[in-house]
């Protein structure tokens, strides 16, 4: 059994305008999807270090791709098949690392 519930697409809806406009439903709010841009690979590299470390201790981790200087993300809770408050705790804390970046 999953230890956190499968949001409603009505509740991701909701969530992405409240909480992460800048992340997009995927297919019936299976997953949250952004695109990240930096200036080169350094910094999107930098980005994803930081990103890892706190994905490690949240145990919760993205699915992405990185080319360069952009970094493509996919979130989604395996373990419950959809769309968790995980997924938008960790898209916020992505989103603040991506905002701390820019000059
Ligand atoms: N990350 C994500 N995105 N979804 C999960 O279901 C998940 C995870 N499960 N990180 C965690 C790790 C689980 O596999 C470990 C065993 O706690």
Do not use: C
Not at 81 to 99: Q, R, Y
């Amino acid at each position: 059994m999953p230890s956190v519930t499968r949001l409603s697409a009505q509740q991701v809806t909701a969530m992405i305008s409240s909480r992460a406009p800048k992340w997009t439903q995927v297919g019936a709010a299976e997953k949250i999807s952004r695109n990240f841009q930096f200036r080169n690979f350094n910094e999107a590299f930098g980005f994803m270090t930081r990103v890892a470390l706190y994905a490690e201790k949240a145990d919760h981790h993205p699915n992405w791709f990185n080319v360069y200087n952009e970094v493509d993300v996919e979130l989604w809770t395996h373990d419950a098949g959809g769309v968790t408050e995980k997924d938008f705790s960790l898209a916020e804390k992505m989103d603040k690392i991506a905002a701390s970046m820019e000059h």
